[in-house]
């Protein structure tokens, strides 16, 4: 059985992308049929790098096309003068043509993608318009529980205007991969769907957004096979006890999400999973943190986290 190629893309020179991912690298060590890609600049950190020779045979090349000829037992190091934003577009490029099968990415800021020349706002519109795929979601997995985003960011006057029956059912079908990816004993559970108002609109007298989409996504998900249950009460729904009723949190917008998803799991530990792209990838659930960078500070929990979940979604798709 061939390798699982696995790229690692560091995110901007100047933040704490490739700290955190040679101490992930260094962490985890080599992985039984993975094979790592890593894109760095040629200012990368030779403590870092000394620390990942700590553990890997490395070969250096300049660019992926050299890279993807290397073959054996190495990690192969890709020192590159291209802007992180363009080995983003070039790592999913690879994907698309099952040159390489999966993706984990460091932080990359809007503005280096601005200054790359591309109008795409973050990593999830770059892989849209590569992949050609109308809908995708992001998702998060935790070690307490999981979320999936129905909307992703948008003003809050904006919000209300996409929710419908058409966009929880779509961000539902992705939430259900998300699902299935789990182990068995959470896999079993159901997604539980959030709704938008509170107290979930009070039957119509909170705002009638629940009262347009839950009926209709009731027969929907029967029709699928999918288990959930909603609306759940939101200030209610990620109460401790409630964490193990369900497989999957499904969050109609951006922070009612992720603020109980980093209030429990912090900065520096869970994976963003972009769902509903043909190809495996995952990411940090942090940002740049360019006010340590240099500073041996960053945390790579969340990076071991987006390699392992990495490997094991590549796996499943075998």
Same mark, same amino acid.
């Given at each position: 059985?061939?390798?699982? $190629?696995?790229?690692?893309?560091?995110?901007?020179?100047?933040?704490?992308?490739?700290?955190?991912?040679?101490?992930?690298?260094?962490?985890?060590?080599?992985?039984?049929?993975?094979?790592?890609?890593?894109? $760095?600049?040629?200012?990368?950190?030779?403590?870092?790098?000394?620390?990942?020779?700590?553990?890997?045979?490395?070969?250096?090349?300049?660019?992926?096309?050299? *890279?993807?000829?290397?073959?054996?037992?190495?990690?192969?190091?890709?020192?590159?003068?291209?802007?992180?934003?363009?080995?983003?577009?070039?790592? *999913?490029?690879?994907?698309?043509?099952?040159?390489?099968?999966?993706?984990?990415?460091?932080?990359?800021?809007?503005?280096?993608?601005?200054?790359?020349?591309?109008?795409?706002?973050?990593?999830?519109?770059?892989? /849209? $318009?590569?992949?050609?795929?109308?809908?995708?979601?992001?998702?998060?997995?935790?070690?307490?529980?999981?979320?999936?985003?129905?909307?992703?960011?948008?003003?809050? @006057?904006?919000?209300?205007?996409?929710?419908?029956?058409?966009?929880?059912?779509?961000?539902?079908?992705? *939430?259900?991969?998300?699902?299935?990816?789990?182990?068995?004993?959470?896999?079993?559970?159901?997604?539980?769907?959030?709704?938008?108002?509170?107290?979930?609109?009070?039957?119509?007298?909170?705002?009638?957004?629940?009262?347009?989409?839950?009926?209709?996504?009731?027969?929907?998900?029967?029709?699928?096979?999918?288990?959930?249950?909603?609306?759940?009460?939101?200030?209610?729904?990620?109460?401790?006890?409630?964490?193990?009723?369900?497989?999957?949190?499904?969050?109609?917008?951006?922070?009612?999400?992720?603020?109980?998803? /980093?209030?429990?799991?912090?900065?520096? @530990?869970?994976?963003?999973?972009?769902?509903?792209?043909?190809?495996? $990838?995952?990411?940090?659930?942090?940002?740049?943190?360019?006010?340590?960078?240099?500073?041996?500070?960053?945390?790579?929990?969340?990076?071991?986290?987006?390699?392992?979940?990495?490997?094991?979604?590549?796996?499943?798709?075998?």
């Amino acid at each position: 059985m061939s390798n699982k $190629r696995i790229a690692l893309t560091t995110g901007d020179d100047d933040g704490i992308g490739f700290e955190v991912t040679a101490k992930a690298l260094h962490k985890l060590g080599p992985q039984k049929g993975v094979q790592f890609f890593l894109w $760095r600049n040629d200012n990368a950190s030779a403590k870092y790098l000394k620390l990942i020779d700590q553990k890997f045979k490395r070969i250096v090349v300049d660019d992926l096309e050299e *890279a993807l000829k290397v073959e054996g037992n190495y990690l192969v190091d890709i020192c590159s003068d291209q802007s992180p934003a363009h080995w983003v577009e070039a790592t *999913a490029k690879a994907c698309m043509k099952k040159q390489l099968d999966g993706m984990a990415t460091a932080p990359l800021s809007k503005t280096l993608i601005k200054d790359a020349g591309l109008k795409d706002l973050g990593h999830t519109d770059i892989l /849209k $318009r590569l992949s050609k795929t109308k809908t995708v979601h992001m998702g998060f997995a935790g070690s307490e529980f999981n979320v999936v985003l129905a909307t992703g960011h948008l003003a809050i @006057s904006q919000v209300s205007k996409h929710i419908s029956f058409s966009t929880i059912a779509e961000a539902l079908l992705n *939430a259900d991969l998300l699902r299935k990816s789990l182990p068995t004993s959470k896999r079993s559970k159901p997604i539980g769907v959030l709704g938008l108002n509170p107290h979930s609109g009070e039957q119509g007298m909170i705002g009638g957004e629940e009262l347009m989409v839950f009926p209709n996504l009731a027969a929907f998900a029967k029709e699928k096979k999918i288990p959930y249950e909603g609306p759940l009460v939101p200030d209610a729904a990620f109460f401790k006890e409630n964490w193990k009723k369900y497989s999957v949190y499904l969050c109609l917008y951006h922070d009612q999400g992720l603020i109980p998803f /980093k209030m429990i799991h912090g900065q520096d @530990s869970g994976v963003h999973i972009s769902l509903g792209i043909p190809f495996v $990838r995952t990411s940090v659930d942090h940002g740049t943190a360019k006010d340590i960078f240099g500073k041996n500070k960053a945390n790579p929990n969340s990076m071991i986290d987006a390699i392992r979940w990495s490997i094991n979604l590549t796996r499943q798709q075998a």
